[in-house]
């Protein structure tokens, strides 16, 4: 129950094509879903985030889909660069207050943007 | 603004060996500190946390252990390193959203 759904493993997007990451969870409890941006090598970056209160978050080429009935969540990479080439994890958690959560990650997605 | 300081960024270490990795934070108080790992190709996973000084709590039982000494300082040790210990250590910090450091790549030969 406690488990986030990621799909797919790997994908690769022509430049300017659409990227689209798919999740999925179980628990009824998680509140906040963040996305993050790992580059070979570094840390994960926070990416975009959501709460379940609104359908969709965007933030310039990165968008947030949400549907709650379905316990789904995606992320729409528009324009597709090939400095977006990176994996990219889904998370979510039970928003506990400030600072007191531990997030439950997907196992990533390696994304390939080719020119 | 808050930083996030971890070292040594790569580390080669025979089988058996103790192991040190440390991290501290600047510009928050009293956040919540975290150790992940990360093994090749694959996804993360929570090895420790801690809620203040002194507070660690276990989510893998393993030969890694974590202590912090100070409000701002997280530190990963191991006594005997394992041929898994192999990978990427990542530590992060929260007071509301997860922020991950530069990471450390361990290689255990």
Redesign the interface.
């Given at each position: 129950q406690q488990q986030v759904k990621q799909s797919p493993q790997s994908l690769i997007v022509q430049k300017g094509g659409i990227s689209i990451i798919n999740c999925a969870y179980e628990n009824t409890a998680f509140d906040y879903f963040?996305w993050?941006q790992q580059f070979p090598?570094?840390?994960?970056?926070?990416l975009i985030?959501i709460r379940p209160d609104v359908s969709e978050k965007k933030e310039g080429r990165f968008t947030i889909s949400f549907n709650k009935s379905a316990k789904q969540f995606s992320l729409h990479i528009m324009d597709s660069q090939p400095g977006d080439s990176a994996t990219y994890?889904c998370a979510a958690t039970p928003y506990s207050g400030?600072?007191?959560?531990?997030?439950t990650?997907?196992?990533?997605t390696k994304l390939s943007v080719i020119p | 603004s808050q930083t996030i300081h971890?070292w040594p960024a790569t580390l080669v270490q025979p089988v058996g060996s103790p192991l040190s990795l440390e991290c501290t934070v600047e510009g928050t108080s009293n956040?919540?500190l975290?150790w992940y790992r990360q093994a090749a190709g694959?996804?993360?996973q929570?090895l420790f946390?801690s809620?203040g000084i002194g507070q660690i709590s276990s989510e893998v039982p393993q030969n890694l252990s974590a202590s912090r000494p100070q409000d701002r300082q997280f530190i990963l040790s191991s006594k005997k390193l394992l041929l898994s210990d192999s990978g990427f250590y990542?530590c992060?910090w929260?007071?509301?959203?997860?922020?991950?450091?530069?990471?450390s790549?361990l290689t255990v030969l």
């Open positions: 963040p993050y090598g570094k840390g994960p970056a926070l985030a994890f400030a600072g007191s959560y531990q997030l990650f997907g196992k990533g | 971890q956040p919540n975290y694959r996804g993360l929570l946390y809620v990542l992060a929260s007071t509301g959203e997860l922020f991950f450091g530069e990471g790549r």
